[in-house]
């Protein structure tokens, strides 16, 4: 029987070595952080979502029983205090830039979104994550309530974060939509929080265009009606201009009645070539954004938290995320049918097994290269 290393070090390994080398470059990591460097960080940081623990305390304990494997992950015993130093006064920027360099490298394997026009499709939204206000009182939103804001654009090939910062709660959703680098031609899609025509105007200069929900007191001149297939839930294709900064806007107002719900909608873009279906297609699948903020809450640790300070919740959120989408990546290499919440749970049941991540995946392989090795047996007979 073959050995391997721990599942745990398996997951490790789909980060290149020279990614680490890259960003602690970049970061420039001191002498007295050589011993406990950001790596190392990253890794008991990761230990700490994969296997689920609560705090730091726990988290630490569950390494220090991990022995002699600790050696195979570059790690020693960590010690408290040193942990929650680095936590609290490392940059955070290397752990952002570490899951920017994790999305790239998911993104080579990403199948492409379910619709048929070539262009990338991301949701912008935003969820609030709660902090308990007594412990990280720097997080004040509200009134006796604390939280940070994670601003979230989701690529839909493969429905994996492209991009995040992190914000006080107070942060509106427009400001930071307005930092957005996406690429030309694409298609993001969010809702009316993020209306802003000044934005939309310099979207249609950058060729990007858009999909969103029509504010029901907008103020709009009506230019062309086109015909529409009412039996597609269609109900109108108006071209309309909106002024803004007193220039005039040309955007296309889209009605549509949900054929389940009986709800009317009206969306409106800067796309004037793809079909209204479509337009309120694309509307219905920021569902998906939705839904992995659902999942990442559930799964991962970003409601408990193993550092108080502004710093540590920080490195913890970009951790996650990272973690995310070491997940999602070896889901796209395996090509399993599993969710990345379900490979979550099993990776969590086999964290420190030494069975092999792709046989553990994809148990019939496993199954063939054993009759294989029975066949060479019994021919060697």
């Known amino acids: ?27 420039k990591v001191g002498r007295a952080s050589r011993k406990f460097g950001f ?49 609290n006064s490392r940059p955070v920027g290397f752990f952002h830039d570490l899951f920017a360099e994790m999305y790239g490298l998911c993104a080579t394997k990403t199948p492409k979104h379910k619709f048929r026009f070539k262009s990338k499709l991301f949701s912008l939204d935003a969820t609030t994550i709660k ?3 007594s412990l990280f009182p720097w997080a004040s939103f509200r009134q006796a309530k604390g939280g940070v804001k994670m601003h979230t654009l989701l ?7 492209a991009f995040v910062t992190v914000t006080d709660a107070k942060t509106h959703e427009s400001r930071m939509a ?3 680098e996406l690429p030309k031609a694409s298609i993001v899609v969010f809702d009316k929080a993020y209306i802003s025509y000044p934005w939309f105007r310099a979207l249609e200069e950058k060729a990007i265009f858009f999909v969103t929900r029509l504010k029901r007191n907008a103020v709009y001149k009506l230019l062309e009606r086109r015909p529409v297939r009412r039996g597609t839930g269609v109900t109108s ?27 009317h909608y009206e969306f409106l873009t800067n796309n004037f070539r793809l079909s209204p279906k479509t337009i309120a297609d694309i509307y219905k699948d920021r569902w998906q954004i939705e839904l992995f903020f659902k999942e990442i809450k ?24 990272t973690v995310y989408l070491l997940l999602a ?49 019994e021919l060697g007979a």
Request: charged share 20%; glycine share 6%; with cysteine.
């Open 131 to 133: 902090l308990c206000l």
């Open 298 to 321: 559930q799964n991962l640790r970003i409601k408990t938290f193993v550092g108080n300070s502004e710093n540590a919740v920080l490195i913890q959120v970009y951790t996650a995320l």
């Open 39 to 87: 790596k190392e960080q990253f890794t008991a940081m990761a230990f700490i979502q994969l296997a689920a623990r609560r705090s730091m305390r726990d988290g630490l304990r569950c390494l220090a029983a991990a022995g002699n494997r600790l050696y195979h992950w570059g790690l020693k015993n960590v010690a408290r205090s040193t942990f929650a130093d680095a936590n």
């Open 237 to 263: 294709d108006h071209i309309i201009e909106v002024v803004s900064r007193g220039k005039g806007l040309r955007l296309r107002r889209i009605g549509y009645r949900d054929q389940k719900t009986g709800k």
């Open 178 to 180: 307005q930092s957005l």
């Open 329 to 377: 990546y070896q889901k796209f290499l395996s090509r399993i049918g599993m969710s990345v919440q379900q490979l979550f749970q099993l990776i969590q049941l086999n964290l420190l097994g030494s069975a092999s991540l792709e046989e553990l995946l994809n148990p019939r392989r496993r199954r063939k290269d054993n009759l294989q090795h029975l066949s060479l047996l």
């Open 1 to 27: 029987m073959s050995h391997h290393n721990t599942l745990f070090s398996q997951m490790l390994s789909l980060i290149p070595r020279h990614v680490f080398q890259k960003l602690e470059h970049r970061h």
């Open 155 to 161: 690529d839909h090939d493969g429905h994996i974060p």
